[in-house]
């Protein structure tokens, strides 16, 4: 995976323990009942593929966590598929993934 190679190259470049933080952005209301049009925060995009919105990706050496919004049955019907915290260590390659 694409995005997998952009973390290890970044992850070479970290010194100690460092960690690199990164979140995808937040809706924007455009009227009282519809937002525009998600787009994810371009860096947090280019290192994950993951284009929900309130995520938030933590990176270290040693670990890559992913903190995302949980499956919600009734928000899914009006705003479309979430991921969810079960099904994002597989399809994301992190090592964690923690509701937010």
Same mark, same amino acid.
């Given at each position: 995976m694409i995005h997998q190679k952009?973390?290890?190259e970044l992850l070479?470049?970290?010194?100690?323990?460092a960690v690199v933080i990164v979140s995808s952005n937040s809706e924007q209301?455009? !009227?009282s009942d519809v937002n525009y049009p998600f787009r994810p925060d371009s860096s947090f995009w280019y290192l994950t593929g993951f284009t929900e919105p309130d995520a938030i990706a933590?990176?270290? @050496?040693? !670990?890559?966590?992913?903190?995302?919004?949980?499956k919600d049955k009734t928000k899914e019907i009006w705003n479309? @598929?979430?991921l969810g915290v079960k099904s994002a260590p597989k399809v994301l390659?992190?090592?964690n993934a923690?509701?937010?």
């Open positions: 952009r973390r290890q070479s470049k970290l010194s100690g323990n209301k455009r !009227n933590v990176f270290s @050496k040693k !670990n890559y966590s992913i903190f995302l919004r949980p479309g @598929k979430r390659l992190a090592d923690y509701s937010i």
